[in-house]
């Protein structure tokens, strides 16, 4: 054999993985997200600045369009997230409460975050179907909460939805397609 034949290892080469738009902890990779997921991310890191640091709106506003990738969300769904979620967090907070097992104070700020741009969604954003809310707050949660956050997010979540968006709930229910 020469210098320059090539030689082959000696092991074959693993099979190709199947691209799935997924990463191996199950979350979505950046480039399968839309713009309304990615303005959900950053509504999130946002909340996250509010609740943590107590920062003000515009400061934490101003911050976060700043981010790199920024340009990929859907801004006015972010701006409607962050200032909504900030401006009715007491009755957000009311409506999640009683579907806690635990004190508000012991909830991470990131699964409160979450809950309440789920609760948000289902009262403001009616375009948005229940189930993509509960399925996208999920996701949001695994990516950036706690080992099980994402089941807390999901019980809390499903137990609103039919309170706050009752008539899709209830069709979904009748047509056999409701996960709760």
Request: net charge neutral; proline share 5%.
């Amino acid at each position: 054999m020469s210098e320059n034949t090539p030689t082959t290892p000696s092991s074959p080469r693993p099979p190709k993985q199947a691209r799935t738009g997924l990463k191996s902890t199950g979350t979505r990779k950046a480039a399968s997200k839309s713009n309304r997921s990615r303005a959900r991310e950053f509504a999130l890191q946002a909340l996250y600045q509010h609740l943590v640091g107590g920062n003000d709106a515009h400061a934490i506003d101003a911050f976060t369009r700043d981010l790199a990738g920024f340009h990929k969300a859907d801004s006015v769904h972010y701006d409607a997230l962050l200032h909504g979620c900030i401006a009715t967090a007491v009755e957000m907070d009311q409506l999640i409460t009683p579907l806690l097992d635990r004190k508000m104070a012991e909830i991470s700020p990131i699964e409160r975050a979450t809950m309440w741009i789920g609760v948000y969604e289902f009262q403001h954003c009616l375009d948005v179907p229940w189930r993509v809310v509960l399925n996208e707050c999920i996701e949001l949660a695994k990516e950036f909460g706690g080992t099980d956050g994402h089941k807390y997010v999901n019980a809390v979540l499903n137990g609103l939805a039919p309170k706050l968006r009752a008539m899709e709930v209830a069709a979904d229910k009748a047509a056999g397609t409701a996960n709760a």
